[in-house]
Structure formats: C-alpha cells, structure tokens
C-alpha cells in the first residue's frame, strides 16, 4: 500500500510539474505579444523622417503624395522593427523542450490557415465569422508573419475588436452595429511600399490619409464609418490590396483594390463588418521587339503595339521579343523563312530569322507558354502590296501569301482590362427591370411604355471603374451628372426619358463606349459615343430602349516630338535674371502634358523621346531616328514641340510649320500636305489667342521632320524663350496644362 501510495504521490507532483511548465509559457508568450504590441505602437508616434532627404518630389507630386511618401518611410521603419522582434523570439525559442516544439508546431498550423485565408470566399463567410475573434498570442503572428495585412475595427457597443488577417471578417454583421474607427497595418511588402487609407464618416466626410498603423474614423462620438479607401503607394509592389465591405441593409459589396471607393457616401448607410486581402500581381509587363530589315540592318526597339520594320517598303529578315526578367520563358516565336521552311521555336531574346542573307520571312507564329489565363498575345504583319493583315493571336500563323513582309506589330492584351457594362430600366407600368448587360436591349418596343429611370454600372475586370450618365426628363429637362449604378430620371412621377448622355470618366485604351436609343415612333437610332446626346429633345418622344456595349478600339496612334535632346541637339538656351531656361527641357515638360490629354481623349501616343533619355547623338542622327520612329508606328499624325529663340529680345508669337515638299523617301501619304496646312493654320490661330501673343501663321519650309515623316506632320514653335515676359508663360505649369489642351482640341477637331 505504501508503494502505491508513493507512486500516486508522484504522478501527482509530475502532473503539477507539467501545468506550470505549460502556464509559465503561455505567460511568457502573452507578455511577448503585449511587448510587441508596445514597440509596434511606440515606433508608430515617433516621427522618424530622417531618410526625407531621400525623396524625389518632381512637378507632379501633390502636397498629399508628399505626405504619404513620408509615411512610407515610418512604415518602412515599423516593418523592420516588427522584423526585429520576430528575429529575437526566433532565436530565444530555440532549444526548447518537445512539448514547446509541439506547441510551436501547432502555432505554425495557425499561421498556414491564415495565410491560406488568403483567397476566401463567401461560402466560407459564416465560418470566417465564428473564428474571428483571436488570442492576443493569435495577434502576435498576425501582424508580424510574412505578406500579411492585419486590421482592427472599432465596433458601436463594443469597442475596439482583436486583430484579424488576410480576408477575415472584422466587425459584425446582422447586429446593426457600425465600425466607428479602423487600424491596418502590413507586414512583409517590399522596401519602399507604404499602406495609406481613409475613411468617409457620417456628418464629417472624408478625412485625411493615415499610413501603416494609424487610426482612421472616430471613437467615443458615435459616427459611424461610411466608405473607406485602400491602397498601396511604390513602385515596387508585387501585389494589390483588395477590400470589400457590409453595409446595413445592403449586404456585402463587391471587392474593391487600390485606392477604390468602398462604401456609399451621402445615403447615411454605415459600414458594419470589412475583410481585406494582398493579392499576388500577375503581370506580364514591358513587352518590346525589334526587327532586322534588309539594307537597313536592326531598329529601334518598339513597345507594346507599336510598329517595328521598314521605313521604305523592304522585306523584314528576322525579329526578337523580350519580356520583362524573370518572364524570358513565357513567350516563344518563330518564322517562315523563304526558301527554307520554319525554323525551330525562339525564346525571349532570340533571334528568329537570318541576317544579311537576303532571305525574307514570309510567315510568323508568336504564343505564350504557362502564362496566366488573364494574358492573349496578338500580332499582325504589314505587307508591301496589301498593307496591314488582319490580327491574330497565340499561335495562329500570320502569312503574307508570298508577298514581303514589311513590319509587325505584337502587343499582349489583359483581359482582366476588358470592360463589361450592365443597365437596369424603369418602365412605366412594369417597374424596374432584370439587370441586363454588354448591348443586350433594356426597355421594350411596340408597346408603348417608356423608360422613367435607368442605372448603369461598369467594371474593367476585377475592378470597379468610373461611368458618368444624365438624362432630359419630360417636362423638367436635363438632370445632373450621376455616376455607377445611381438613379438618372424619375419614378412615380410618369415623367419619360426622352434622351440621354453616357460617358467613361476614364477612357479604357482600346474600347469604345457605345449605346444606343429606341424611340416611340421613331424607332432605333444610330449608335452614339462617349457624351453623345442619344434621344431627343424638344418634341415629347419618350425612350422605349437602350442597348449599351464597348467595342474593340483599335486606337489611332499620334507621335509627339519633343524637340532635341542632351548634348548634341540641345535646343536654344535663354538667360534671364539669373535664371537660364533650356528648350529641350520646356519641350519635353508642354510634349507630355499633351501626351496625357490626347491619351485622355483615347489616343496611342508614341514619343520620339522620354523624360529619362539622357542621348547625345548629334543633330543629323537624332532627326533621322525621330522620323524613322514616326513612319514606322502607322500613326496619322507628327506633331512637333519646339520653342522659338531670336537675338531680338522683343521678337513674340507662336508660329507653326509643315512642308509641300516630298519626303526623301517619296512616300508620303496622299492628304499629308492639306491636313498638315490646316492643322498649322489651326494651332498658330488657337494658341497665340490664348497666350495673348502674335499670331505669326502657318509656314510652309523644309524642316527635316516635317518634310520626311510620311503622316500630316507639325512643328509648333509655342513662343519666344529670349523674351522675359513670353517665357515666364512658357514655363509656368498651367499655362502649359492649357497650352496643351489648345493644340489637342484643334487635332481632335480636324482629324475627327
């Protein structure tokens, strides 16, 4: 009995041992939270911009980007010290007993569910829901493991929530409890990758943007956060951030990314559970070939879309493509050679063809190889007799039937950059109809019932995007401007639509905006684009039906040369007061801000040179590859920028010039010199009226670039950089801006 009872004793005293091993550790484990949790929030107050010496701010950088550039290098600072920490826990856990290895072991089980929580989706809301709520130990390797994003809510009646990651829910839903405040921190992005939002709050608006780890919203004053935003700033990050939100009585919105409105704002409807996400990019980027042409030898390299190939109808003998490092493998090639059949197929850098054998390829085939779904590649070839053929894509073979092949052009198309439009009506005596989409007819006809209201909505792929639309409304006129999935027109009322105005706040490259009325009596009218009025008004015909699609766009390319370049064709120099104003600079600054608005218009805009180029070629070789890049981008349309100088310094005015003369190479298109003539005339007449300068005309003279590009071609001398008062305008930014938009509206205008 003794024996027994002493055994007892043991196993009793070893039991006792046990669970204080076990409690000590989670204690200690408890304390390392609250200690990370203290550095975490300490390092977040102290401004630490001792690297601020380090930012580059150009023209374009707002007073906000400042600002959040700032905030990137305290987020920065806080993932290293997060890092830090990790390191010294990594290091104290080792050596451990079997049973801490255990719980470690099981520790790094939470962290894979979490991780894995990455791509979750609503019919693991419920689940995700009843797990929401984690330990303090749980929040420790939420917010310090790898790519993670972590986040907190503040919740009405509750306070402040634990952590939650990677796509969990924070909040409640079917509580009627709204999020009053939000912190979002990240950890495991790349340096240089700051986290920046803000948040929308009922009777307050829009607040500023915070960064990594700072409080959006309110507490203590119940109100209520209504929308949010989200994004990622650098140029370095490999993902996107993505968010959705509940919002009482309407449920759970679609996801958003990067910086999208999440939310309403005006409807006084609260936001009441949020789960956020990093989603891995995919992109396949910086696609660029060249081709070998006979007596010509290699050109330029071309980028996405552009033409690469003869500027006088030679053959083409070989090319190459290249993605991006790190993606060599994706793409594959290869051609028909004259004479010697298909070669075998090329990768990313290969040469596919001959040189200096005289052998033209007659056939070519280009395919992606384990790219994402997401990604088509198409391609088409020009020919000497029959021009350009017609596209094809991922593998097809592009044949000239014997003829020479004289140029290509290769681009790869995102299809999660392909917009897709829905509608939804309101019909008289109906109500509102079934969402319909993509030119499928919303409405009826042959029934005599109009159409009261209408919502529209539209998304490039993933992402929600800007669609603006009003209507003229019987009786009352013309409503204001309403944007995705509001209400434009009436209900109730029996007030018919009788026109309508639809346009893109940004045009999507490539796509173009098209819709299109039924009306009683009338019928269906011609398709209108992009803030068209379709309808009528004036004369009591309501609208019966819409139809609504995007079309393929194959965009109208126009080259922009901003005039010289460094070193051997630097343009004139003017010194005023101390202050030297260089011209190739002054062109390059007005070159891309007409850049951005004809892009803006939804145009391809090709330049002869970029801002970073630092060429010091001499004059001659720096007009010829100015032409050469403009004849072989099939644009129908050069346009030069240029600052005028004299040693007279009262001499003012714009001047504008274009040339009758035949190109050296005599190929000229047949309407150049009247378009060219008129376009001169145009832009000398608008521009010089806006500056409040003398109009010195259109001239017909010689000028290299002018006179051997084969398209209508321009050279605007914008004004006077030897006079003070002209280049004072000249150089200020929004004179640019509208200088810009003056010679853009004149083109749109003559070429449209």
Not at 394 to 422: E, F, H, L, R, W
Not at 636 to 656: C, R
Not at 710 to 728: D, P, Q, R
Request: glycine share 8%; with cysteine; charged share 25%.
């Amino acid at each position: 009995m003794f024996k027994t009872f002493r055994k007892n004793i043991v196993m009793l005293l070893i039991t006792f041992i046990f669970f204080t091993i076990i409690f000590n550790m989670n204690s200690l484990k408890i304390v390392r939270a609250d200690i990370l949790n203290s550095v975490i929030e300490n390092k977040e107050t102290k401004d630490n911009l001792d690297n601020s010496n380090y930012l580059i701010i150009d023209e374009n950088t707002s007073i906000d980007n400042k600002k959040e550039v700032l905030n990137g290098e305290k987020a920065k600072n806080t993932d290293q010290t997060i890092q830090e920490i990790n390191k010294e826990e990594r290091d104290e856990d080792v050596g451990n007993s079997s049973e801490d290895n255990l719980e470690e072991n099981i520790e790094s089980d939470k962290n894979i569910n979490t991780e894995s929580s990455i791509n979750i989706d609503s019919a693991n809301k419920s689940e995700n829901e009843n797990s929401q709520s984690i330990s303090s130990e749980n929040s420790r390797s939420l917010i310090s493991g790898g790519n993670i994003v972590g986040y907190q809510a503040h919740v009405s009646n509750i306070g402040w929530q634990e952590w939650v990651s990677n796509g969990l829910t924070a909040g409640t839903t079917g509580k009627s409890l709204p999020i009053e405040a939000l912190n979002i921190k990240l950890e495991g992005l790349q340096e240089g990758v700051s986290l920046n939002y803000r948040s929308h709050i009922s009777k307050i608006g829009w607040q500023e943007w915070v960064s990594n780890g700072t409080m959006t919203g309110t507490t203590g004053k119940a109100l209520s956060i209504e929308a949010i935003e989200i994004k990622l700033e650098g140029n370095n990050t490999s993902y996107d951030i993505m968010y959705r939100v509940h919002i009482r009585d309407i449920g759970w919105q679609e996801w958003k990314s990067n910086g999208e409105l999440a939310g309403t704002t005006g409807k006084a409807k609260p936001i009441e559970a949020i789960e956020i996400k990093l989603v891995e990019k995919q992109n396949i980027s910086e696609l660029k070939y060249q081709t070998h042409v006979s007596n010509e030898g290699w050109t330029d390299w071309s980028l996405d879309g552009v033409t690469s190939g003869s500027t006088i109808d030679t053959q083409v003998e070989a090319f190459k493509l290249i993605l991006n490092k790190g993606q060599e493998s994706i793409i594959r090639y290869r051609s028909y050679i004259r004479n010697t059949g298909w070669q075998e197929w090329k990768s990313s850098g290969e040469i596919s063809g001959t040189e200096g054998r005289n052998l033209p390829i007659e056939q070519i085939e280009i395919a992606l190889n384990n790219a994402p779904d997401r990604y088509t590649i198409e391609y088409r070839i020009r020919t000497k007799n029959t021009g350009w053929n017609e596209w094809k894509q991922d593998g097809q073979t592009a044949s000239s039937n014997g003829d020479i092949i004289t140029g290509i052009q290769v681009k790869i198309k995102d299809n999660n950059s392909i917009p897709y439009v829905s509608y939804q009506t309101h019909v008289r005596d109906i109500g509102w109809q079934n969402n319909v989409s993509n030119g499928e007819m919303a409405g009826t006809t042959g029934r005599a019932l109009s159409i009261e209201a209408i919502k529209i909505d539209y998304k490039v792929g993933n992402l929600n995007s800007g669609i603006l639309y009003k209507a003229h409304i019987q009786d009352i006129g013309w409503q204001e401007w309403v944007s995705n999935s509001e209400v434009a027109g009436t209900t109730g009322r029996s007030k018919p639509i009788e026109a309508i105005q639809i346009k893109q706040e940004v045009p999507i490259k490539g796509y173009k905006l098209k819709y299109r009325v039924h009306i009683r009596d009338i019928g269906w009218q011609e398709w209108k684009s992009e803030g068209e009025v379709a309808g009528t008004t004036g004369q009591s015909k309501p609208i019966e039906a819409i139809e609504i699609k995007f079309d393929e766009d194959n965009l109208r390319t126009i080259v922009i040369d901003p005039g010289h370049n460094f070193g051997g064709d630097d343009g004139a120099y003017a010194t005023h007061y101390g202050t030297t104003y260089i011209e190739r600079d002054i062109n390059m600054q007005i070159a891309m801000k007409l850049k951005n608005t004809l892009e803006s218009k939804g145009f391809n805009i090709v330049l002869t040179r970029n801002p970073n180029e630092r060429e010091t070629i001499d004059m001659r070789k720096s007009l010829e590859k100015r032409v050469n890049i403009a004849n072989s981008s099939d644009a129908e349309l050069f346009i030069s920028i240029h600052q005028n100088a004299s040693t007279y310094a009262e001499a003012k005015g714009v001047e504008v010039y274009y040339s009758s003369a035949k190109p050296n190479n005599g190929n000229a298109n047949s309407n150049k010199i009247d378009i060219s003539r008129q376009l001169a005339e145009n832009i000398s007449r608008s521009l010089s009226s806006y500056i409040g300068s003398n109009n010195r005309g259109a001239k017909d003279d010689d000028f290299y670039v002018v006179k051997n590009t084969i398209m209508a071609s321009v050279l605007i001398e914008c004004g006077f950089i030897t006079n003070y008062e002209e280049v004072k305008k000249l150089v200020d930014l929004g004179n640019q801006q509208k200088m810009a938009e003056v010679i853009a509206d004149e083109v749109i205008k003559l070429i449209n």
